[in-house]
């Protein structure tokens, strides 16, 4: 339990951010807080958050994991296949800088261990169904769970 400096109330730390700098590792203020000062901010003066958002997202789109993982999730979007609890930016967008960490982009596929529309059983996008395979693996399994096992 912790006592938010603005609000004067006191609240579970899950309620607060995690912060190194501070002596507990947790933000003074709660992230209700926090997130109605940004509110404010943003209502008296929206020039530096839309600038920053403008900024981040040219960044993004430079960025070749960060591509892929989008369109990927975009199609899944469209089949269907996201469960309502996944979120992109907390739980895919890691997993891809995770599986690419050391790994040319250029010659490896992201693909889905059970496969969205396989013939006996159909998966979900989520973080512990994809791996990577070479993009002659990949052909070679298909849309098929049981045609092909990666060593």
């Known amino acids: ?3 938010c400096t603005r609000c004067q109330k006191t609240k579970h730390l899950d309620q607060f951010t ?3 700098a501070s002596k507990c590792g947790y933000a003074a203020a709660c992230t209700e807080c926090l997130n109605r000062g940004k509110r404010i901010d943003y209502l008296i003066n929206p020039e530096p958050s839309i600038e920053r958002a403008h900024k981040n997202m040219k960044l993004r789109r430079q960025d070749q994991i960060f591509k892929r993982a989008w369109k990927q999730w975009g199609r899944a979007k469209r089949l269907g296949r996201v469960p309502s609890w996944i979120s992109f ?3 895919m967008l890691p997993r891809y800088y995770e599986l690419f960490k050391d790994v040319d982009p250029a010659t490896i596929t992201v693909d889905h261990i059970i496969p969205f529309n ?3 059983v159909s998966g979900l996008h989520v973080p512990n169904n994809l791996q990577l395979l070479t993009i002659s693996e ?3 399994k298909g849309n098929d769970f049981f045609a092909y096992k990666p060593k």
């Open 138 to 140: 990949n052909a070679k």
């Open 89 to 91: 930016a907390k739980d």
């Open 18 to 20: 995690k912060r190194a």
């Open 1 to 3: 339990m912790k006592t």
């Open 118 to 120: 396989g013939y006996y």
